[in-house]
């Protein structure tokens, strides 16, 4: 059987494999952010004012681009983890975090004096950000990973990097009510970076352990 026919073969049987799967990638995902947010609690915690930082526009829009950026994420996973065509539409929906960060970005522009970008820009806690996201992200890849195992992605790679995108969208989260850090400038320049570290390493275990 050729290459081609497996794959349209294996994507007409989706529909008995597919709810399987599904449910063993939510646990899976409900599982990791378990285990992240333990080791939140126990190791990071809130920030000192967070019951303030809760009435604030710039805090909130954190939360706002972290979620969305999980859904997103889970939604394209949740097609990628059996064989068949990447859904452009799921596809296109991860470009909606990156808009709403780009348009955040925007209006900090406008509203915040240029002399104090550079500021805003660096933070406080850069490195931590760059150290706990990753962190934080990790037991959610590890357990969508090897949950993906089960089910047949014909994108592998693409596979491992939208599953980093989503562990990330948890890890990023559980951060942000940790960062005393709310500028847009600065989501958008250590955030991303950390969010694409743990990206980046989902897609290389994807090519390697999502393969058949």
Not at 135 to 146: C, D, E, G, K, Q
Request: glycine share 8%.
């Amino acid at each position: 059987m050729k290459t081609d026919e497996l794959i349209a073969a294996l994507a007409a049987d989706t529909k008995t494999v597919s709810r399987p799967i599904d449910r063993q990638l939510w646990i899976a995902i409900a599982g990791g952010a378990i285990v992240a947010t333990l080791i939140f609690l126990l190791g990071v915690g809130p920030r000192p004012d967070i019951a303030a930082a809760l009435e604030t526009p710039r805090f909130l829009y954190k939360y706002l681009l972290t979620l969305t950026l999980f859904a997103s994420a889970v939604g394209l996973m949740l097609h990628l983890a059996r064989p068949g065509a990447v859904p452009a539409g799921w596809l296109a929906g991860l470009a909606i975090p990156p808009v709403l960060l780009i348009a955040s970005v925007i209006a900090e522009i406008l509203l915040v004096p240029s002399s104090a970008w550079s500021m805003s820009l660096m933070g406080k806690n850069a490195v931590v950000c760059l150290v706990l996201i990753p962190l934080l992200s990790a037991a959610p890849l590890a357990a969508v990973m090897w949950t993906l195992r089960d089910g047949a992605p014909t994108h592998p790679m693409l596979a491992g990097a939208v599953a980093g995108l989503a562990a990330a969208g948890i890890g990023a989260t559980l951060y942000a009510t940790h960062c005393q850090d709310d500028s847009p400038f600065f989501v958008a320049a250590w955030y991303g970076l950390a969010i694409m570290i743990v990206t980046v390493v989902g897609a290389f275990l994807g090519a390697r352990l999502l393969r058949w």
